[in-house]
T-cell receptor, first 113, second 113 residues
């Protein structure tokens, strides 16, 4: 049981490039989330999903896209990278049922230059 | 949506109990309060969660007021390794019955030698 796994851990992108941050969980959790955290700031919700085929926007969705074709995977896509997207990205998941623990990945450090 | 409010920062002497408050005055009856901490931009680490009764585990205690509008996380014997940002989180349901996580502002706790 690996929990929530994010890849890559570190990435440098040039302005205008695109990339996908991968997130997978092996706990059969329905709810999955993507957050970003800028230096010295709290976490902000980008997108979330309540199950395969269902996604919704969070606080800061502009510049990102997501998909949820399976329960396990919730990739985050950056289409045209901008310096403002330099941040640490965290994926999280939680099972259905009240009171379940939230599991976070270890983070993906992204720099756009 | 239920919001949480935490002090921006706190200091605590090593070996003393650290008491971290959180206000969640609009919390609904079936929403849980979670506490997480984050050390040096690592993935947030689960500490404890509760509904209405006080909870204790090997890391901390959680005291929730009877009206559930506020709670306090207690680290009974703080060590230097407890220096971190502590987040109080309430599980929120939006108008369509989907759930998304809403983070509080976080408290930067510094343990003083």
């Amino acid at each position: 049981n690996a929990g929530v796994t994010q890849t890559p851990k570190f990435r440098i992108l040039k302005i205008g490039q695109s990339m996908t941050l991968q997130c997978t969980q092996d706990m059969n959790h329905n709810y999955m989330y993507w957050y970003r955290q800028d230096p010295g700031m709290g976490l902000k919700l980008i997108y979330y999903s309540v199950g395969a085929g269902i996604t919704d926007k969070g606080e800061v969705p502009n510049g990102y896209n997501v998909s949820r074709s399976t329960t396990e995977d919730f990739p985050l896509r950056l289409e045209l990278a901008a310096p403002s997207q330099t941040s640490v990205y965290f994926c999280a998941s939680i099972g259905t049922g009240v009171g379940n623990t939230i599991y976070f990945g270890e983070g993906s450090w992204l720099t756009v230059v | 949506d239920a919001k949480t409010t935490q002090p921006t920062s706190m200091d605590c002497a090593e070996g003393r109990a650290a008491n971290l408050p959180c206000n969640h005055s609009t919390i609904s009856g079936n929403e849980y309060v979670y506490w997480y901490r984050q050390i040096h931009s690592q993935g947030p680490q689960y500490i404890i969660h509760g509904l209405k009764n006080n909870e204790t585990n090997e890391m901390a205690s959680l005291i929730i007021t009877e009206d559930r509008k506020s709670s306090t996380l207690i680290l009974p014997h703080a060590t230097l390794r407890d220096t971190a940002v502590y987040y109080c989180i309430v599980r929120v349901a939006n108008n369509f019955g989907n759930e998304k996580l809403t983070f509080g502002t976080g408290t930067r706790l510094t343990i003083i030698p």
